[in-house]
């Protein structure tokens, strides 16, 4: 009993010792710190207000009526709630179909080019390549010169491209910026593990996909976002190679209905709900573009965060 009490005591002892010390390192804060803070919240409060109000102030006009939008009604809350746009932008035509090739078109585009850039990216990242010298100025050369729109047109058509989802993904593939911040994740990684995989008997690809990747989901997910993006909202590429309308991708679907509410007869000739959906079309069409990337984005951001620090730590 006597050996526990002075084990007790000791524990005790020790605790106590933690907190004086806890309380002895604990910094009072100074009033201008104190203001400080308050005017950094205020300024973080502001920051926010002012990134949400456009997207909140889209959503409230694409559910607000005609005559509410012309007056300049409409805030941030709609105004006449109704849904007579997204009917007639859901209704219309084979949105559906348009929006099912938007989907393939971003998640086999997006896996290819992550896919593709950790290719080139990986042996960029070894400075002991001698090629190495060679290719890295001449991929950053592409970030300031391209061919431009007529020879990737002519191009896409002299390899019998045009018209195939193909040509919708093949122009934007490897994105250079994309290759050079994989790159520096790649260098930032533990040599020792590679040349320990190659020990087990690893081939440079096996090291490659069963190691690298496993260690890089932060800026895989990093890719994934950005590329994603890119390929949902794209319609340039369909405009320029696509002429079937079953192969269009929703984004330039919409644009051509926005084309369409915007060269509209005159007002008068048309109905109520045409004159709607003139009104208030472009927000609903930013609202449907928007809300799967938004939905998607929460589910990566911890590894977006991750990837955009550790990939540009190194250069």
Known sequence: MANEEIVFDKSKQQTDSTKQTAKSLRVK?????????????????????????????LVAQSFSSEAAIVKGLVTIFPV???????????????????????VLYSVFGTFASVFFTALLAYPLSKSHLRLNKFFTPFIIFTMYFGGGMIPNYILMTELGLRNNPV???LPGLIGTYYVLLMRSFFTSLP????????IDGLSKFGVFFRI???????????????????YWS??????????DRDKWPVA?????IIIGASTSADPGAVSSDSMQIAANIKSCSMVLMAVPIICVYP?????FVQGMMLGGVKG
């Not at 100074?30 to 109000?53: D, E, G, P």
């Not at 690298?212 to 890119?230: C, E, Q």
């Not at 330039?252 to 051509?256: G, H, S, V």
């Open 299 to 303: 589910f990566i951001q911890k590894y």
């Open 234 to 243: 794209n319609w340039f590429n369909a405009f320029l190679y696509l002429d």
């Open 167 to 169: 040509s919708f993904i």
């Open 29 to 57: 804060e100074s009033w201008q710190y104190k203001v400080f803070k308050v005017f950094n919240t205020i300024l973080m409060i502001i920051i926010c207000a002012a990134t949400l109000y456009p997207f909140l102030y």
């Open 252 to 256: 330039y679907y919409l644009r051509q």
């Open 80 to 102: 006449d709630f109704n849904l007579v746009t997204y009917k007639s932008v859901l209704e219309k035509g084979d949105f559906q179909r348009y929006y099912l090739n938007t």
């Open 191 to 198: 040599h020792e593990l590679e040349e320990a995989g190659e």
């Open 212 to 230: 690298v990747i496993p260690l890089s989901k932060p800026i895989i997910a990093t890719m994934t976002l950005f590329y994603m993006a890119g």
